[in-house]
């Protein structure tokens, strides 16, 4: 490939080029730190894309129907900040009204890695207007647009009535070759080919350098071929500044209708550094006043010139983009406007982030029952009352609905599929990372999705967990076979640690309930939010649905934990308290407690981050702090549960792995049985004074 500049077609464009590849470099070499190869070498791509190709307005960059741009090699971030500045893209604020303000300014690209800045080194969400998810973790944002690109068919399918065209937005992603190498771009790709998504580009940036140095080192495979065996169209560009062979590939996708498609553009890291380009050096940090100047005299650009923006191209994107999409937002509001009442109010709330008014009108109040059942059951029950009111809450497992009850069964619920994409069942396939990498994505563009699987391959999802939470997505994370209470399947299904990872994800709801009216109720924490993922936790054996006229409701799991069970007007001598299945195990030590006058009270604790949340006087009330005797019991390891029970209360928990065997051996193994809780309970008790 030549390594000299080539000038695009027209001087202008190129002079735009250049000026997106020294913003990078001088935005780099500022901070003294960032990545300043790949937005050097994708220039012509970046530019070529949104000034002809890009279906979006500047104006109004939370057009529903917008093309998505998705940068998922975040650490070229440069780039995309270059192209938000010269697009003059509008900064819209947390509800989505202009402030006045470019999303991203010349004084935000001066400001590049600073605290507080608009133009972190990788780009965020909700951070930066015009950044359509949060990239970085290499592969993710792959993923994420399968998610736009199946939400595009879908909210197609539903709204594109009356020969109005409300959703045929496509997505184009630029990747590189991390994103090429991390497994969960292969998931995703492998699911995008099998829904024959013609809606969606991915742009591989082969410049064959990583941070080690050429990627000969570790990946040597044809990713064309691998893409082609998934079922993608594949075309490959020799040079990266060959903008019109670009431009061609690009119009080969938008004419490609029945697959996804793969461009494989070769490219030079570090395009036009004389002593770094083709370089490790070139990708993971400054090039150096020196190499800088000496780039810039390779560009014919002043040398000493920092943070230029010609005059002449200072609305050359803005302008193209305006042209393309004149009119669009104001008609898309016309068609909408024209669409079926109730259709068109409906998809309002969509859009605002809401539910429908009753959404939760049909949520069962399940009987008090002593055999009871599992809360995978009965969460199931719930999803379909609730998704039968919400035609956007859709979702799927990792091919095991039948093992999480999350399969939506009402009449039209359907599968999404390639033929059937107004579906509301998802199926991943054993995808578990691509599941909720995609869910975020299907989120960003105002779904409301769930995904399932079993809580030990919670470990597989934990990328996207974190990132959703990052995002402040309400993604609903189903996960069942909660403990050791699986069974049989032994020590490598049966989670121990989960529950301490979950709950030490910031902003993460996690929800254990304990029976199937707190299973109800964690639904409805869940869906009430608009800006933060949760994480239900379910049971696969039954449990005993509590008698709520006996004991408190189950609507105090609102507040993350709640009195159960109480000893009033007596003081409690001790304090039991657990989540989930183990509730009822400390109701039956309660019971056993009382008898012998010893003053217990029951605390379910269904999240812990919920109840944290509350004021002080509220957890004072549930865990008095002069009440010293307490018992944790839950089956998972030990971590975070010393908050609550001091320094000198008792844990009862898993310490080890578990094991093989039928649920009730396992149970007398480890340590759960009433019997245990009893005794723990009463030394307690002694050891606190509160009896002899």
């Not at 970085?136 to 792959?142: T, Y």
């Not at 657990?578 to 309660?590: D, K, R, T």
Request: hydrophobic share 40%; aromatic share 8%.
């Amino acid at each position: 490939m030549n390594t000299s500049p080539s000038p695009a077609s027209d001087p202008l464009d190129q002079l735009a080029i250049d000026t997106l590849r020294t913003l990078a470099m001088d935005a780099v070499q500022k901070a003294n730190s960032g990545h300043p190869g790949t937005p050097m070498a994708l220039a012509p791509v970046g530019y070529t894309l949104w000034s002809r190709y890009l279906r979006y307005d500047p104006a109004h960059p939370d057009w529903p129907n917008r093309d998505r741009f998705v940068l998922s090699a975040g650490h070229a971030s440069m780039l995309l900040y270059g192209l938000l500045h010269l697009a003059g893209v509008v900064e819209l604020d947390r509800d989505d009204k202009p402030t006045g303000q470019p999303a991203v300014s010349l004084d935000d690209i001066k400001q590049f890695r600073q605290l507080d800045s608009k133009t972190p080194g990788h780009p965020e969400y909700g951070l930066t207007t015009g950044v359509e998810t949060t990239t970085g973790p290499l592969g993710q944002g792959c993923a994420n647009s399968v998610g736009m690109a199946l939400a595009q068919r879908h909210l197609a399918s539903r709204y594109n009535q009356g020969g109005h065209t409300l959703f045929d937005y496509n997505v184009y992603v630029i990747c590189g070759d991390g994103d090429m190498m991390e497994g969960v771009s292969g998931e995703a790709a492998s699911l995008a080919g099998h829904q024959k998504l013609g809606n969606l580009c991915w742009i591989y940036d082969n410049n064959t350098i990583s941070i080690e140095g050429h990627t000969e080192l570790a990946f040597t495979e044809n990713v064309a071929a691998r893409f082609a065996a998934y079922g993608w169209n594949t075309v490959h560009v020799a040079d990266a500044n060959d903008t019109e062979a670009f431009a061609r590939a690009i119009e080969h996708f938008q004419a490609t209708d029945d697959r996804p498609t793969l461009i494989v553009v070769d490219s030079v890291i570090g395009y036009g550094a004389p002593n770094k380009h083709n370089t490790a050096a070139a990708h993971g940090e400054a090039l150096g006043e020196e190499e800088v100047r000496l780039a810039k005299r390779a560009y014919g650009w002043p040398e000493d010139a920092r943070f230029r923006v010609p005059d002449e191209v200072r609305h050359r994107l803005r302008d193209a983009m305006d042209r393309r999409v004149d009119g669009a937002w104001g008609q898309w509001q016309d068609k909408l406007k024209a669409l079926e009442p109730a259709l068109a109010a409906e998809l309002r709330v969509l859009l605002e982030g809401a539910l429908p008014a009753d959404w939760d009108k049909d949520i069962p109040v399940f009987p008090a029952d002593p055999k009871g059942k599992a809360t995978r059951d009965s969460g199931g029950q719930v999803l379909n009352a609730c998704a039968k009111r919400i035609p956007w809450l859709m979702g799927g497992a990792a091919d095991l609905a039948p093992s999480t009850k999350t399969l939506l069964t009402f009449e039209g619920a359907g599968s999404l599929q390639a033929a059937t994409p107004g579906g509301r069942n998802m199926h991943f396939g054993v995808r578990e990372h691509a599941m909720g990498a995609i869910a975020n994505g299907m989120a960003l563009c105002g779904l409301r999705p769930y995904t399932a699987t079993f809580l030990i391959f919670s470990d597989y999802m934990k990328p996207p967990m974190r990132l959703a939470a990052l995002m402040e997505l309400p993604v609903v994370f189903v996960f069942t076979h909660d403990s050791i209470g699986l069974g049989e399947d032994g020590p490598t299904h049966q989670p121990i640690e989960q529950m301490t990872q979950l709950r030490g994800i910031p902003s993460m709801h996690v929800l254990r309930p304990c029976d199937a009216n707190e299973t109800a109720e964690a639904w409805r924490i869940a869906l009430r939010q608009r800006h933060r993922p949760t994480c239900l936790v379910l049971s696969r054996q039954p449990l005993p649905t509590l008698d709520r006229e006996k004991y408190a409701p189950a609507s105090g799991a609102a507040r993350g934990a709640y009195v159960l069970a109480d000893c009033a007007p007596r003081s409690p001598d001790v304090i039991l308290m657990a989540s989930g299945s183990e509730v009822a195990l400390c109701l039956q030590a309660y019971e056993q407690l009382s008898g012998e006058g010893i003053a217990a009270r029951v605390v379910s604790m269904p999240s812990w981050d919920l109840f944290e949340e509350q004021d002080a006087a509220y957890r004072d009330s549930v865990l008095p702090p002069s009440v010293a005797g307490r018992v944790a019991v839950e089956q998972a390891g030990p971590l975070g549960w010393d908050r609550y029970v001091g320094a000198t209360g008792d844990k009862i928990v898993m310490h080890t792995f578990g094991a093989s065997a039928p649920f009730a051996k396992l149970q007398a193994k480890f340590g759960f049985t009433m019997e245990n809780v009893v005794r723990a309970a009463r030394e307690q008790a002694k050891k606190h004074g509160s009896i002899q």
